[in-house]
């Protein structure tokens, strides 16, 4: 698969957005890129770090896959 068409994959999933962006910020430092998805910001809204509904989930482009695990299970 060229990397110039990468399909996003699944990393990882947090219960709250202050962990799922430290690990983007960690991920998007190693020029990975980082797709974040959540149902909702959090319990009182998008500007509150609390629980988010249903969790944040962390893709990343398939063919940096590996390399992003790897940076992930060093944290």
Do not use: C, W, Y
């Amino acid at each position: 698969m060229p990397h110039d068409d990468p399909r996003f994959v699944p990393l990882a999933e947090f219960a709250n957005g202050f962990d799922a962006d430290m690990a983007r910020e960690r991920l998007e430092a190693e020029d990975i890129p980082v797709l974040v998805k959540s149902l909702q910001g959090g319990m009182f809204g998008a500007g509150f770090l609390g629980p988010a509904v249903g969790g944040v989930t962390l893709f990343v482009p398939s063919p940096d896959l590996e390399r992003a695990q790897h940076l992930f299970n060093d944290r």
